[in-house]
């Protein structure tokens, strides 16, 4: 990109939320939970961006 002279933005996302070890909740679940809680606040910051 720099010898073209073109510019990008790169970011990332890490989600994470409580996890009760004793609720019998599989590793795929657990993750499912996060990435859900990720998305869910991002989308929240994305709507307050827009309305100020």
């Given at each position: 990109n720099r010898a073209a002279e073109r510019r990008f933005?790169?970011?990332m996302s890490?989600?994470?939320a409580p996890v009760d070890l004793?609720?019998?909740q599989t590793?795929?679940?657990m993750?499912?939970?996060a990435d859900a809680a990720?998305?869910?606040d991002k989308a929240?910051?994305?709507k307050?961006?827009?309305t100020t």
């Open positions: 933005t790169l970011s890490i989600g994470s004793d609720s019998g590793l795929d679940e993750i499912t939970h990720m998305y869910a929240k910051k994305k307050k961006r827009k």
